[in-house]
């Protein structure tokens, strides 16, 4: 990131300066970051990106023009980092933190590292209601792999307790994924809105008809943005993204309505490593505007 000290202008408040520090009881929104990136199939550096991400929303405002949205609105908090989320007993202490702290958190948004998270967020911040829960994933990949590791979380979620008629994956991609995988996915009754399909379908419509799925069970979910949905050329530090992939608008979009819906609780953003980003911070910097719409979306719920 670029060192030059930024401007100063109380007109104009920066939205890395609307966080406040944890403590506070009754927050609208927590941000915590989960540095997961050993179990990574691919070499990452994602251990890096919360951090990254912070400086980041320092270059932007608090306000939308699009939906008239000031996030100063928000009681707003940053929990810091998770310390060490990896292997079984890093999430057991990401699943024990969010568990515990359920109750004070609002909307909980995970700033990842990589992909593995989406497995221990969403442990953490469901519990006992993960038979009731929904999941929906912005990602080229299925993430049902065997094993553990930023392959496998949709696997794992469902093998814990999770059904897979409510989970949606929207921008799987083709050549980035496997036959048997595929074949896995439809086995689940896992409800599959392709990259291809969504040439003729919206954003928003994908969204709508993938909450309506998700939440078919009455409970809370989560919505993983895996940023390697995006187009390689929008995200060079997603080491799996491809060239066609979705553009950083639509992942915007998903971000905000998301954020919108009453329905979801909790949503991670991940598989973005930090280390490798091109010298303008191009996919840090969208990260840190997911942050920002998925907040102007709990603020449009609130009313």
Known sequence: MNATPLPSDPRWPRAGQSFSASGKTDADLTLVGVPAWRTSISPTGAHATPAAVREALLRYSTYSIEHEIDLARLRMVDAGDIEDPDGPAGEKRVMTRLAHSRADLGFLLALGGDNSITYSVAVGVWGEKISQAGLITLDAHHDLR?????????????????SGSRVVQIGIADFSNSPEYAARARELGITVITRAALRTKSMADAMSAALAIAGAGGGPIHVDLDVDVCDRAVVPACPAAAPGGISADELRQAAFLAGADPRVSSLDITEVDATIDAPDARTVRLAALLVLETAAGVCYRKG
């Open 146 to 162: 065997d094993g553990e590791s930023n392959g496998s979380p949709v696997r794992r979620l469902i093998e814990a307790g999770l």
